[in-house]
């Protein structure tokens, strides 16, 4: 789920910030010289919508992503995949999707033939509808109760449906060892993280504490899994979360990151910021995980990518973006980085995927 992004574009509003490239940007490298030294042979494969939550296949060859562009036909989310040895996206890639309802979170299933998505288009065809804007201003992301958990060919065919509860079901990742499937559900009246079998059997809670857990990916070893979390204290905090939640939407703009062993133990709170912090995903090292995060930030923006060690210790900045960059993911061999940003993007809103040689 992608709606801080509508964040970033009605603060960027606010401010009359419209540029994303600060003075050392260099539209050759597409790199922020002297900063961004962990990034090298930089390329962009979208040009233009709204792309984000790009994930490699197991081989390291494909791509599978979701995105909202007009040319495309799209009217909200919906999940593409793309062969990386074509380089750019300047064509239209393969819809996986029904392109009926929206959808969130795509990830490659083993064997690299079949690609998991959650999807709306059981509950209608039409996309649903976006919050309108609060009369107390505050940011929040809808959680629709229509998200259920798909598998489909690479064709597009839908060839399983995982979950079929009531409830929000969604946010859907695989370990890198194929054998489990980490997910957000509000089956319990909260919104906790699951794992189930890889085909969808054996479903079993992971976290049982009040506020909204997702966003989870498995370590590189299967062990543990980082995931983004709010943790409303305050009897204030915990009334507006809980009527949030029966509106089906949830406030997003002050989360923190946990590391949790995958059967539940051993919960530890990794980040305590301020602001957010979200889009985790590991080092291949299972030592550090990368990051987003608004923290430096005074007005919202910008969000940049930033790297931790798993026991809150030496942070690091990753990129230098004016505006935002997010949804870090590194190639199962530890060489690339794949994230979403606004660089590059002529001043407009555009979010779009580039890939780097990642530099330890």
């Known amino acids: ?11 960027c509003q606010i401010t009359g910030y419209s540029q994303s490239e600060k003075p050392n940007f260099n539209k050759e490298t597409l790199l922020y010289e002297g900063e961004e030294k ?4 930089v390329q962009q494969l979208t040009f233009g919508g709204d792309n984000a939550e790009a994930y490699f296949s197991f081989d390291g060859k494909k791509i599978t992503f979701q995105a909202t562009n007009k040319s495309w036909g799209d009217e909200c989310d919906q999940i593409y995949w793309h062969n990386l040895s074509d380089g750019g996206m300047h064509n239209k890639p ?33 996309c649903p509808a976006v919050p309108e804007k609060r009369s107390d201003g505050k940011y929040v992301w809808p959680i629709y109760d229509s998200f259920d958990i798909y598998i489909s060919d690479l064709n597009g065919k839908i060839i399983h449906q995982l979950t079929n509860n009531p409830g929000y079901d969604a946010e859907a990742t695989v370990s890198a060892q194929g054998d489990k499937i980490v997910f957000t559900s509000t089956r319990s009246g909260d919104l906790e993280l ?5 085909d969808g059997s054996n479903v079993k809670q992971i976290t049982n504490q009040l506020g909204y857990d997702g966003g989870a990916f498995f370590s590189p070893d299967g062990k543990q899994l980082i995931f983004r979390a709010s943790r409303p204290s305050t009897p204030e905090a915990i009334k507006e979360y809980k009527d949030l939640l ?11 990151l946990y590391v949790v062993d995958v059967d539940g133990s051993n919960l530890k709170k990794i980040t305590s910021f301020a602001n957010a912090e979200w889009a985790p995903f590991f080092h291949p090292s299972g030592k550090k995980v990368i990051f987003a995060s608004n923290y430096k930030a005074t007005r919202g923006i910008p969000f940049n990518l930033f790297m931790i060690d798993l026991n809150g210790e030496n942070i690091e900045q990753i990129t230098f973006d004016g505006m935002f960059d997010a949804f870090p993911m590194f190639s199962p061999d530890g ?5 979403s940003s606004n660089r590059n993007n002529n001043g407009t809103h555009e979010t779009n995927l580039f890939i780097a040689d990642w530099i330890d």
Do not use: W
């Open 1 to 11: 789920m992608r709606g801080i992004l509508t964040l970033v574009f009605l603060v």
């Open 38 to 41: 962990h990034l090298s042979n």
């Open 94 to 126: 393969t819809l996986i999707s029904t392109q009926k309802g929206r959808t969130t979170c795509s990830y490659f299933m083993p064997g690299d033939q079949s690609i998991l998505y959650a999807s709306t288009h059981a509950s209608s065809a039409s």
């Open 194 to 198: 699951y794992t189930m079998d890889i």
């Open 246 to 256: 029966k509106d089906g939407l949830v406030k997003p703009t002050e989360m923190d």
């Open 335 to 339: 060489k690339k980085l794949i994230f």
